[in-house]
């Protein structure tokens, strides 16, 4: 069965500092790999995916993460983060037999951005 | 972009009551919208996955009584909470795909149910 671990569940961060939420994923067979946002009382936003292809993906609003296939890692990052970043990162797996689009969440990780 | 759409966004209802959540996929069709459950600071749980024109498949330990789901158009899927209890309160999220290939799921706003 596939499982996400999101290491942290709170990452403060002043404002124009970098990030990184950690992700580590465990499956068996090769898998899809996703990063969303969610603004309080809100749905989910896609910030980035791995499908294939290179490694590093770029995403929406500065974000990128780096797929690590040895170390089973999906972090995210970004260079300088704002205010407007202050929300709650989700790290999803999904593996390509069951299809791309049946999710298995990480725990989440409350990232606070602090002036 | 593609939009999903879910109604209402905030329900209060007593205890014993049913509630409908609706969740529609506004400039695409959709066969194949999924139901998640999410608890206060936590993750997502998948609940169910909602096929057009055929039964949801129901993940292990949820209730198919007691969360109705009811695919009948391809821009439509609905959630029916049947006879709420206080513990059913949650916020529920709904997501759509256009691309089965793509990977790409796009969520509703998600609803919030209160249980009194």
């Known amino acids: 069965a596939q499982s996400v671990t999101q290491l942290d569940s709170q990452v403060p961060v002043f404002e124009e500092a970098p990030v990184e939420l950690r992700c580590n994923y465990s499956s068996s067979v090769s898998v899809y790999l996703f990063w969303y946002v969610q603004y309080p009382n809100q749905g989910l936003q896609l910030l980035l995916k791995y499908l294939s292809g290179s490694t590093l993906v770029k995403g929406i609003n500065g974000f990128e993460a780096e797929f690590n296939k040895s170390q089973t890692s999906f972090h995210l990052r970004k260079p300088s983060v704002h205010i407007s970043d202050t929300a709650e990162y989700f790290c999803?797996?999904?593996?390509?037999?069951?299809?791309?689009?049946?999710?298995?969440f990480g725990q989440g990780t409350r990232l606070t951005i602090n002036p | 972009g593609a939009v999903v759409s879910q109604h209402p966004s905030r329900v209060i209802c007593k205890s014993g009551t049913s509630v409908k959540i609706e969740c529609r996929s506004l400039d695409f069709q959709a066969t194949t919208m999924f139901w998640y459950r999410q608890f206060p600071k936590q993750s997502l749980m998948l609940m169910a996955t909602s096929n057009e024109g055929s039964k949801a498949t129901y993940e292990q330990g949820v209730e198919k009584d007691k969360f109705l789901i009811n695919h009948a158009s391809l821009t439509l899927s609905t959630l029916t909470v049947t006879s709420a209890h206080p513990e059913d309160s949650s916020f529920y999220i709904c997501?759509?795909?256009?691309?089965?290939?793509?990977?790409?799921?796009?969520f509703g706003e998600g609803s919030r149910l209160t249980v009194l």
């Open positions: 997501s759509a795909t256009r691309d089965m290939n793509t990977g790409e799921l796009f």
């Open positions: 999803a797996v999904s593996d390509l037999d069951k299809g791309a689009q049946k999710l298995v």
